[in-house]
Each structure stands twice: as structure tokens, then as C-alpha cells.
């Protein structure tokens, strides 16, 4: 189980109603196949902008009732047949952050990398929110923090894949704050500072993934259920990071199938803030 944002969809589970499968599916599949024309493959960056352009013409195509490019069929056609419920804003939103990911930028501070996640993550949540026809500020407000949580998890536990490529998601404020360069991280250097600086992050998912959890417990039958395990895998994927005292420059810690009774468990017994 990754705690990557589009693999924590509750697409085939038995915990998503029968009635919003086909859109869960549909919003899945636009962001896993946009996500991929940014990342996946030999392309160049100046063809995979432009690839990303046509997908967002696409998008717009559809959202006005037009026939979109024969292009990815799979993808707007079942998009179009949910349109109604979803608000394409949220949508383009995704397509920003995957643009931006093409020339990943460096960071200043928590709160310009916060409004990365506003896009790259938080739409996810309010997209799925929008199915259950929960729209109160709180209930959004909380779900913006589960899923800005679930990114900046996603990014410490993938330092080790992140490096290599170049991509950097510590703010420079952290860095200096604890001594270190970007460099430093870009290379994995592990030592008493790195992990100093890993732990001041995964404190600072916590806090977020703390605040948004109550909302697992106001939401309604399934979805509740389904957001409960997206709660508990976040914070198990931070458990496993403190385990290794905080190594994730090192290795990468995962949840894997040998986790799911104790992630039941956590589910099951989870009080208003865990």
C-alpha cells in the first residue's frame, strides 16, 4: 500500500457504494494518466508540456460538452458521463501541479510547498467529498489537511526516488534550520542532522494528518470506513519512518499486506484525533 494520493482511491473496494464507482474510477484514471504523461516514459520535458496541453484541451472539450481528441478514450469518455458531479476547477488544479512537476521548483518555506499540495493532493479529497455531497467548510477544511498530510508523507518516504530524479520537496527554511543543503538531501547523505530534519517533517505530517482524522469519524458508513484506512496508512507509513530513526534518506519504508490486521485494528478502534 503506497501513500501516494491516487493510490489511496477507493477504486474495486468493497467499502466504495456501488453507486459512485464509476466516477471514483473516471476521476482516478484522469489523474493516473496525467500523472504518468508527466513522469512515466522516455519523453522529453517539452513533449510531455505538450502533451499535458492537449490533455487539458481535452478536459476542457469535455466539461463543455464537446467531443474531445480521439486520443484517451478511456480516460473522457467515462469523464464526460460523470461530469455533472464533479467541478472542474478541481480537475484543472490536478493538471497545474502536474505541469508544475515538469520543472519541480525549489521551495521556500511550509507554506509555498502547502500550496503545491493545494493542487497536487487537496483536489483529490474535495473531488471525492463532492460525491458524498459533503461541502461544509469544516469538513472540506479537514479533508484539504488529510490530503496535504498524505503528500508530504508520500515525499519522506521517497527521498530515495526523489533524489536521483532531481526532485527536491524540502522547504529551504527546514534546510537551514537544521544545517543542511539541498544537495545534502538531493544526494541522501544520511547523518545526525538529516535525520533531525526528517523528523521535524514527519512531526509536522502529523500534526496535519491529526487535524484532518476527526473527519473519518463524521463521515457517513463506507466513505467514513474508506477515509479511516487512508488515515491509518499515512500514519503507519510515519511510524515505520521513526522506527528505522528516521532513515528514509537510506531506505524506503512501505506498508505492505502483512499490515492489514494491524491497520483493521488501528480503523476500527480509532478515537476523534488519533
Known sequence: MSVDHYENFPVASVLC????????????????TADDLA??????????????????????????????????????????????RLQPVLLHDLLDAFEQDLAPPRYRDRAHLLDYCRRSANPVGRLLLGLYGVNDADSLRRSDAICSALQLINFWQDFTRDGPNGRLYVPHDDLDR???????????????????????????????????????RTLPGRAGWELRLVVQGGLLILDKIAAGGHDSLLRRPAVTASDLPRLLWRALTMRATP
Open 17 to 32: 457504494p456501488p453507486a459512485l464507482r464509476p466516477a471514483v474510477i473516471a476521476i482516478y484514471h484522469f489523474a493516473r
Open 39 to 84: 513522469d512515466e516514459g522516455d519523453a522529453a520535458p517539452a513533449e510531455r508540456r505538450q502533451a499535458l496541453r492537449d490533455y487539458r484541451a481535452d478536459l476542457a472539450a469535455t466539461v463543455a460538452g464537446r467531443a474531445p481528441s480521439p486520443r484517451w478514450p478511456r480516460v473522457f469518455t467515462p469523464l464526460a458521463r460523470e461530469m455533472h
Open 178 to 216: 537544521h544545517g543542511l543543503t539541498a544537495d545534502d538531501v538531493l544526494a541522501c547523505r544520511d547523518g545526525a542532522a538529516a535525520r533531525a530534519l526528517i523528523a521535524d517533517l514527519c512531526g509536522w505530517a502529523r500534526a496535519l494528518m491529526r487535524d484532518g482524522a476527526p473527519l473519518a
